[in-house]
């Protein structure tokens, strides 16, 4: 099929080359030049575990092609994915402007049946708006042409996302045309095992379940968050509460794991943006409140066992930190805790050190000019002249540490664990002192 994908960022990136796999014609839009003129020479603008081969491969075979022309893009796909940005507003509602130009700039140029889908995170009710601006540009220009408003949230991981695209637990298609149901349902065909898994369902109830499906892992990890406190205060090891809970299949072992606070462009947004528009509606969503909070309590929880630890003037410390990404795979910087941690230890008179494997040009960029903020080659160089090392991402290479190394680096044997990597009887072996979250220190 002709595809265009408008927006070219993590998502619309992921869904453009995944869909030319399959053998379909894309054509990738971004307002970005840069982007589009780095993906033209072969570049890629983020860390995506497998995403270059994919694009490489399909850009070779001309399957898959990047453009700023709105012209050529309108032109190109009977199937319009749009794939912009939805930033929260200050109110934290969802910031619709992107998605409704995209859905203008459509209706402005298209001379033939179009399918304009929506891949962004959107509010109930946004394929209304999208619906009204295609008719508004089509009366504008004195035309009449048919055309359908399709909702398909995406579910990808960071980290794991062209994996996430190409097998996908279920593909959501909201839709009330049968024509796009049909042409939706066939795109999707060869990604599904299993038939049961395209779930079609009205509009409203598609966008909704995007929102849903975020809130409901947020509060899972804000739930855990909130356990590991109460496991500190009476003793209990959070980890093996969460073996014990997870074992039950009505539970199920994933998105409990307790750490630092959750971050990312899309949790933190997505709670937000639920809590608003649930308000609007008139009702008021206390238990998403309570998870919003929770997580930027948590978010704090690493700072806060620094401070017990050091006194509340950091000056003349200095703090190693692994881990500046806000989860394992990917050098996204948005929402992570990373920067609240860093920020919190630097106002304090303290300096930092950091190392991740992939996020620190990404985070020069989030953070540029950050005073107290180094970086580091290595991990074990970043330990040099530290009082404490600090973990807030679980990178692989993290894991199995060289312990001699952190012991004998450090100014003082000290672990602050964010992600609870180490097991606290071993530290003790080690003669490290280890404050992790909701487990017993050593
Ligand atoms: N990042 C994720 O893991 C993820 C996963 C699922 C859903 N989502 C949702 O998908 C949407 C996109 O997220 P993202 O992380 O890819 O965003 P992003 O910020 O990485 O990319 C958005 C891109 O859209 C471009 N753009 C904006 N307006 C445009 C226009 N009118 N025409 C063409 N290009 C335009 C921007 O230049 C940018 O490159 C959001 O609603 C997000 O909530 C994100
Ligand atoms: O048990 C857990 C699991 C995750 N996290 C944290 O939660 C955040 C989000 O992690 P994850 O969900 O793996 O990453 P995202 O790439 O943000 O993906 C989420 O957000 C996407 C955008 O909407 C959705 O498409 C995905 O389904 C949804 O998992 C990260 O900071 C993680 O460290 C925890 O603290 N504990």
Same mark, same amino acid.
């Given at each position: 099929?002709?595809?265009?994908?408008?927006?070219?960022?993590?998502?619309?990136?992921?869904?453009?080359?995944?869909?030319?796999?399959?053998? %379909?014609?894309?054509?990738?839009? +971004?307002?970005?030049?840069?982007?589009?003129?780095?993906? %033209?020479?072969?570049?890629?603008?983020?860390?995506?575990?497998?995403?270059?081969?994919?694009?490489?491969?399909?850009?070779?075979?001309?399957?898959?092609?990047?453009? $700023?022309?709105?012209?050529?893009?309108?032109?190109?796909? $009977?199937?319009?994915?749009?794939?912009?940005?939805?930033?929260?507003?200050?109110?934290?509602?969802?910031?619709?402007?992107?998605?409704?130009?995209?859905?203008?700039?459509?209706?402005?140029?298209?001379?033939?049946?179009?399918?304009?889908?929506?891949?962004?995170?959107?509010?109930?009710?946004?394929?209304?708006?999208? #619906?009204?601006?295609?008719?508004?540009?089509?009366?504008?220009?004195?035309? $009449?042409?048919?055309? @359908?408003?399709?909702? %398909?949230?995406?579910?990808?991981?960071?980290?794991?996302?062209?994996?996430?695209?190409?097998?996908?637990? #279920?593909?959501?298609?909201?839709?009330? +045309?049968?024509?796009?149901?049909?042409?939706?349902?066939?795109?999707?065909?060869?990604?599904?095992?299993?038939?049961?898994?395209?779930?079609?369902?009205?509009?409203?109830?598609?966008?909704?379940?995007?929102?849903?499906?975020?809130?409901?892992?947020?509060?899972?990890?804000?739930?855990?968050?909130?356990?590991?406190?109460?496991?500190?205060?009476?003793?209990?090891?959070?980890?093996?509460?969460?073996?014990?809970?997870?074992?039950?299949?009505?539970?199920?072992?994933?998105?409990?794991?307790?750490?630092?606070?959750?971050?990312?462009?899309?949790?933190?947004?997505?709670?937000?943006?639920?809590? #608003?528009?649930?308000?609007?509606?008139?009702?008021?969503?206390?238990?998403?409140?309570?998870?919003?909070?929770?997580?930027?309590?948590?978010?704090?929880?690493?700072?806060?066992?620094?401070?017990?630890?050091?006194?509340?003037?950091?000056?003349?410390?200095?703090?190693? &930190?692994?881990?500046?990404?806000?989860?394992?795979?990917?050098? +996204?910087?948005?929402?992570?805790?990373?920067?609240?941690?860093?920020?919190?230890?630097?106002? @304090?008179?303290?300096?930092?050190?950091?190392? +991740?494997?992939?996020?620190?040009?990404?985070?020069?960029?989030?953070?540029?000019?950050?005073?107290? &903020?180094?970086?580091?080659?290595?991990?074990?160089?970043?330990?040099?002249?530290?009082?404490?090392?600090?973990?807030?991402?679980?990178?692989?290479?993290?894991?199995?540490?060289?312990?001699?190394?952190?012991?004998? $680096?450090?100014?003082?044997?000290?672990?602050?664990?964010?992600?609870?990597?180490?097991?606290?009887?071993?530290?003790?072996?080690?003669?490290?002192?280890?404050? @992790?979250?909701?487990?017993?220190?050593?």
């Amino acid at each position: 099929m002709k595809i265009t994908v408008v927006g070219t960022g993590y998502v619309g990136l992921v869904t453009g080359a995944c869909l030319a796999e399959m053998g %379909n014609h894309v054509l990738c839009l +971004d307002l970005d030049a840069r982007k589009i003129e780095m993906l %033209n020479a072969g570049g890629i603008p983020i860390h995506e575990p497998g995403l270059e081969e994919v694009v490489q491969r399909n850009a070779a075979a001309k399957r898959l092609e990047f453009t $700023t022309d709105v012209d050529r893009a309108v032109a190109h796909g $009977t199937l319009q994915f749009i794939a912009v940005g939805t930033p929260p507003d200050e109110d934290g509602s969802a910031d619709l402007q992107y998605v409704v130009a995209a859905a203008r700039a459509i209706g402005e140029r298209m001379t033939d049946y179009k399918v304009v889908i929506d891949k962004s995170t959107v509010p109930v009710g946004t394929s209304d708006k999208v #619906r009204a601006a295609i008719d508004a540009a089509l009366a504008a220009r004195g035309v $009449t042409l048919e055309f @359908a408003v399709v909702s %398909n949230p995406e579910f990808l991981k960071e980290g794991a996302a062209v994996a996430d695209f190409m097998r996908p637990d #279920r593909v959501v298609i909201g839709a009330d +045309d049968e024509r796009a149901i049909l042409l939706m349902r066939s795109l999707y065909a060869p990604y599904v095992r299993n038939r049961d898994r395209v779930l079609v369902m009205d509009l409203k109830s598609a966008e909704f379940t995007k929102y849903a499906a975020n809130s409901m892992l947020a509060t899972r990890i804000s739930f855990m968050n909130e356990l590991s406190r109460v496991a500190e205060a009476v003793g209990a090891d959070i980890e093996l509460v969460r073996q014990g809970i997870g074992s039950d299949p009505r539970i199920g072992t994933q998105f409990l794991y307790a750490g630092c606070g959750y971050g990312g462009s899309c949790f933190p947004k997505d709670v937000k943006a639920l809590i #608003r528009s649930a308000s609007e509606a008139g009702q008021e969503l206390e238990l998403l409140s309570a998870v919003e909070s929770v997580n930027e309590r948590q978010k704090q929880v690493l700072g806060d066992k620094i401070i017990a630890r050091f006194g509340a003037d950091l000056s003349g410390r200095r703090f190693a &930190l692994w881990g500046l990404a806000f989860k394992p795979g990917t050098d +996204d910087m948005r929402e992570a805790p990373s920067r609240v941690l860093i920020e919190r230890l630097t106002a @304090a008179g303290a300096e930092v050190t950091a190392y +991740d494997p992939v996020a620190m040009a990404e985070a020069r960029r989030a953070m540029p000019g950050q005073a107290g &903020l180094r970086y580091a080659d290595s991990a074990v160089a970043a330990l040099e002249g530290a009082d404490a090392l600090v973990i807030v991402t679980e990178w692989k290479e993290f894991r199995s540490p060289d312990f001699d190394a952190i012991r004998s $680096t450090l100014r003082t044997p000290l672990v602050f664990d964010g992600r609870n990597l180490f097991e606290p009887a071993l530290m003790k072996q080690l003669g490290i002192e280890y404050h @992790a979250i909701g487990r017993p220190s050593a």
